[in-house]
């Protein structure tokens, strides 16, 4: 029986998400408001043509992560292929005190934690990201300037992701506090945290291993547009 991390997409959206996906046979692909996933139930050719035509339909750009590549897919074109750490926490590190507030966010939000995440890349962001999970973040004079929160969910298990800091108000430990937060909730409820780095990522790979979490496997992050 497979682990429900080997196809986090799968176990996710077809699971407590399932409500976000988009489905066409057996392929589905995240709504584009809220995510750039995609995932099949095999690779037999009426699945893989099932996908193509998510692609076509609703246009932009979806991404596979999977422990091996995938065969192709009719319709489509390899834009970007990447290794990635899929990485747990079984322990986490104990919190250090800190003199900034933990804020919840919420809808009000939404356009600066958007800003902030086009701004520094720390993976697909887009309009209702915020909406996979809980979100937190740090304001200095009001301002969003860094934030952590959830992705996916597949059963028994949260992904941290959005983690992200303002390049003016690095180097104040605020990604890596946000993420024990965000981490430390996950645990409270009974779940395991997990997370995707860069394989070549060895920076942000020594943090999250400072923190706490621990490699469990490589996963291959193929994204497809429509050819």
Known sequence: MSHPLDRPVWSAFTGRQADLALRDGGALRVHPDFGLFAATADDGPETLEALGRLVRAH????????????????????VNRALCWQMTADTLAEPKPVDFEILPLTNADAPEMLALATLTAPGPFFSRT???????????????????????????????SG?????????????????????????????????????????????????????????????????
Do not use: W
Request: proline content about 6%.
């Open 59 to 78: 246009g932009g750009e979806v991404g596979l992560v999977e422990r091996f590549d995938p065969p192709p897919v009719p319709g489509t074109t390899v």
């Open 130 to 160: 915020h909406e996979l999970g809980d979100f937190v973040g740090v304001k200095v004079g009001g301002r969003l300037v860094a934030m952590a929160g959830e992705r996916m969910r597949p059963d028994g298990f949260t992904e941290v």
């Open 163 to 227: 983690v992200c800091a303002h390049p003016d108000h690095r180097g104040k430990g605020y990604a890596a506090r946000l993420m024990l937060h965000v981490a430390g909730k996950i645990v409270d409820r009974g779940e395991t945290p997990f997370l995707h780095s860069y394989a070549h990522n060895a920076g942000a790979i020594a943090l999250y291993e400072a923190l706490g979490f621990r490699f469990r496997c490589e996963q291959v992050l193929t994204v497809l547009a429509a050819a």
